[in-house]
Antibody
């Protein structure tokens, strides 16, 4: 059974750093596209970043230069390193899988809350 | 960037009603259009992929269609468990943009 389990969220001060994890099971993370999306309180879904199976990464302008994506093949886990956090980064962060045969996000993590506040 | 304009932002409907939600892309995206359902406090769930393909396990009262850059999600007979927020998303290009969402509420 395919599953994505996120962890790493929390409360941080502006300027701080957090690293989110998204552990996959039932499939191999490096063989498919993986993405992060976030949802601020009462708002819609905002795409954050995507990593292609070949390793190319793409980021929203709002996080470019501050966030980084990586994968650990041995742990079948996706990461989102978030630096220079701002108040407007406050949101629930979800990871999701995008297999090439559907080009849709068919499995999502449960979400992890990131709150940036002084 | 490809902009996705979703309408309406909210609607009130009764059980058994036929509901239609639309999404318009700012440029051609072929059929790289997906629909998701989200309930409060939960992750979105994939309903329709590639504009008109029903995801496995999703009830057949949900359907999707496309006409050029206009896309439609239809719920043929609204059920109590369908009250939720619906999102469209394009996966034609980067960034993977979403519509603003449509909240379906009980009339």
């Amino acid at each position: 059974e395919v599953q994505l389990v996120e962890s790493g969220g929390g409360l941080m001060q502006p300027g701080g750093s957090l690293k989110l994890s998204c552990a996959g099971s039932g499939f191999t993370v490096v063989t498919t596209y993986m993405s992060w999306v976030r949802q601020a309180p009462g708002k819609g879904l905002e795409w954050v970043s995507t990593i292609y199976s070949g390793g190319n990464t793409y980021f929203a302008d709002s996080v470019k230069g501050r966030f980084a994506m990586s994968r650990d093949n041995s742990k079948n886990t996706l990461y989102l390193q978030m630096n220079s956090l701002r108040v407007d980064d406050t949101a629930v962060y979800y990871c999701a899988r995008e297999p090439p045969y559907t080009s849709a996000w068919d499995y999502w993590g449960q979400g992890t809350q990131v709150t940036v506040s002084s | 960037d490809i902009q996705m304009t979703q309408s309406p932002s909210s609607l009130s409907a009764s059980v058994g009603d036929r509901v239609t939600i639309t999404c318009r892309a700012s440029q051609t995206i072929s059929t790289y259009l997906n629909w998701y359902q989200q309930k409060p406090g939960k992750a979105p769930k994939l309903l329709i992929y590639a504009a008109s393909n029903l995801q496995s396990g999703v009830p057949s009262r949900f359907s999707g269609s496309a006409s050029g850059t206009d896309f439609t999600l239809t719920i043929s007979s609204l059920q109590p468990e369908d009250f939720a927020t619906y999102h469209c998303q394009q996966t034609f290009g980067i960034p993977r943009t979403f519509g603003q969402g449509t909240k379906v509420e009980i009339k």
